[in-house]
């Protein structure tokens, strides 16, 4: 198993960013699958997740910005980010767990800065 996430980068306060991450390996539609993120200095948090039947679930702070979604075909899930806050500024990695084995994929780094 693979994941692949891309899309990160510097944007302004208030602006959007769309990450994504490919797997391969296995089927999205029977993995739930999740967006980490870890700021300097600071713990993981768990920002959002998906599972295999598309319910999602958001950390507070991502409440009403971000949204997670799937593209079963291409086997790819997203986050998209909007309202940009500079407390957001972190590496992001998608994960998911499957056979009782965590993967990750290499992080992508979103700086939100004026």
């Known amino acids: 198993v693979q994941l692949q996430a891309s899309g990160g980068g510097l944007v302004q306060p208030g602006g959007s960013l769309r990450l994504s991450c490919a797997v391969s390996?296995?089927?999205?539609?029977?993995?739930?699958i999740d967006w980490y993120r870890q700021a300097p200095g600071k713990q993981p948090e768990l920002v959002a997740f998906?599972?295999?039947?598309?319910?999602?679930e958001y950390v507070d702070s991502a409440k009403g910005r971000f949204t997670i979604s799937r593209d079963n075909a291409k086997n790819t899930v997203y986050l998209q980010m909007n309202s940009l806050k500079s407390e957001d500024t972190a590496v992001y990695y998608c994960?998911?767990?499957?056979?009782?084995?965590?993967?990750w994929g290499k992080g992508t780094l979103v700086t939100v800065s004026s």
């Open positions: 390996g296995t089927s999205l539609s029977s993995n739930a």
């Open positions: 994960h998911l767990v499957k056979d009782s084995r965590p993967y």
């Open positions: 998906i599972t295999s039947r598309g319910r999602t």
